[in-house]
């Protein structure tokens, strides 16, 4: 397991945390997800297994944008 942290742009509520929330949860291997979108970040811890492009993906097919990982 590993914590990646991920910027997220285009998050203005909490909608927008559990949307992002939503969409990473559903992926393989994501056991937990934290969005917040003062931040413009979420922070995920998955199994190694998951790829930076699988969580980018999942950020973008919730409408949002990926500004780049911590």
């Known amino acids: 397991m590993e914590r990646r942290t991920i910027s997220v742009?285009?998050?203005s509520c909490d909608g927008c945390e559990?949307?992002?929330?939503s969409g990473l949860t559903n992926l393989e291997?994501?056991?937990k997800v934290e969005a917040d979108y003062e931040g413009?970040?979420?922070e995920?811890?998955?199994?190694?297994?998951v790829t930076?492009?699988?969580l980018h993906a999942a950020i973008r097919?919730?409408?949002?944008e990926v500004a780049g990982t911590a």
């Open 29 to 31: 291997g994501v056991s």
């Open 52 to 54: 930076e492009d699988d």
């Open 18 to 21: 559990r949307n992002v929330e």
């Open 44 to 49: 995920v811890v998955v199994e190694d297994d």
């Open 9 to 11: 742009s285009g998050m």
């Open 40 to 42: 413009d970040a979420v």
């Open 61 to 64: 097919e919730a409408g949002y």
